[in-house]
Nanobody, 124 residues
Framework: QVQLVESGGGLVQPGGSLRLSCAAS????????IGWFRQAPGKGREVVSC????????YYAASVKGRFTISRDSAKNTVYLQMSSLNPEDTAVYYC?????????????????WGQGTQVTVSS
């Protein structure tokens, strides 16, 4: 069965860094695009980043460009989201997801497989 498990969230000071992990089983991440989404309290789910299967291209929401980096480790079958220069507006539950096909999408309804989410809280 396809499974995605996020980890690495926690409490961090403003300006700090965290690395989130998305460990996959039941499929190989090299053959799927993987997206990262986040949902803040009282807000809808928004796309943060995506790494494409087709050409390995990466995409970022304007709010995180220059601060977040998505990457893929084939040997570990894991996708990472390195987050730096965090601010309180980054506080959210972060999810990784895979679509039914191999594309990158900004719309959450295009993704069939989701992890359970990991909480990121940026606060002093």
């Amino acid at each position: 069965q396809v499974q995605l498990v996020e980890s690495g969230g926690g409490l961090v000071q403003p300006g700090g860094s965290l690395r989130l992990s998305c460990a996959a089983s039941g499929f190989t991440v090299d053959y799927y695009s993987i997206g990262w989404f986040r949902q803040a309290p009282g807000k809808g789910r928004e796309v943060v980043s995506c790494i494409s299967f087709s050409d390995g291209s990466t995409y970022y929401a304007a709010s995180v460009k220059g601060r977040f980096t998505i990457s893929r480790d084939s040997a570990k079958n894991t996708v990472y989201l390195q987050m730096s220069s965090l601010n309180p507006e980054d506080t959210a539950v972060y999810y990784c997801a895979a679509p039914a096909d191999y594309g990158c999408y900004a719309e959450e309804y295009e993704y069939d497989y989701w992890g359970q989410g990991t909480q990121v809280t940026v606060s002093s």
